[in-house]
């Protein structure tokens, strides 16, 4: 631990107060630029990433923790706090806090959709294990861009951050994105799923710059966003089912593509 460690055993304290604002409010994660990440496996993460955090938290159960322990030891310039086990509790979502909490800033975008080579265009995805699902496999199989509706879950609130496990540092992330303006500048081709489709995924040509766009849980993608796509693919199932997960349709048609682009 550092020598520098400070304490909060007050819920009255300001900055404790701060911290759990972030937690549950997104309108207070955009105003302050901030979020918080719960857990070793998010910091580390966001550090493979080239970031610093803010300020990290902890509880006292963490000095027992040899991987918190070690991502600390490499960070002595970072401000520590310990929070009293059940001020850090108010603050995660787990039922067995990680004991670790980090404060960052918010990722800026840093690809714009003329420059994307491989991205998702998402029309209001609602849940946020969803998002967060579709995330992480967009990272996994090595897309550089998302462009999220106004319409999608809040991708910087805990459940999605958790859900997505570090994907979101490995991706240009763009919030609150006008679709419609996206498809126009992309330069290259953007792909819808259809049931009504007339060619499968696996005959199409995805080597080049591609984009997927994916719609709403329960309406699917608005008919004037497909209405833009150039291609509309199926997704084979010899199964009797109507149709797939938003996240898991999303899986197929991400490796799929990192299949032919290896």
Known sequence: MKSTLKHISSRENPFFKELGKLVGSSRQRRKTGQTLLDGAHLVQAYLDAG????????????AQDAEISELLARLPAVPLTCLEDALFTQLTELKTPSGLLALIELPQPHISPSHSRFALLLEDIQDPGNLGSILRT????????????????????????????????????????????????????????????????????????????????????????????????????????ESLNVAAAAAICLFEAARQRR
């Open 51 to 62: 970031n610093l955090p803010l300020h990290l938290l902890v509880n006292a159960a963490s």
């Open 138 to 241: 967009a990272a996994a199989a090595g897309c550089d861009a998302a462009f999220l509706s106004d319409g999608c879950a809040d991708v910087w609130s805990p459940k999605v951050l958790r859900a997505a496990m570090g994907g979101h540092f490995a991706l240009s992330i763009h919030e609150h994105a006008d679709l419609f303006n996206v498809a126009a500048v992309f330069e290259g081709t953007i792909l819808a799923t259809s049931l009504q489709a007339g060619m499968s995924l696996y005959d199409c040509k995805l080597t080049g710059n591609i984009a997927f766009a994916l719609g709403n849980e329960g309406a699917g993608l608005s008919s004037a966003l497909a209405g833009l796509c150039r291609q509309h693919v199926t997704i084979p199932m010899p199964g009797k089912v």
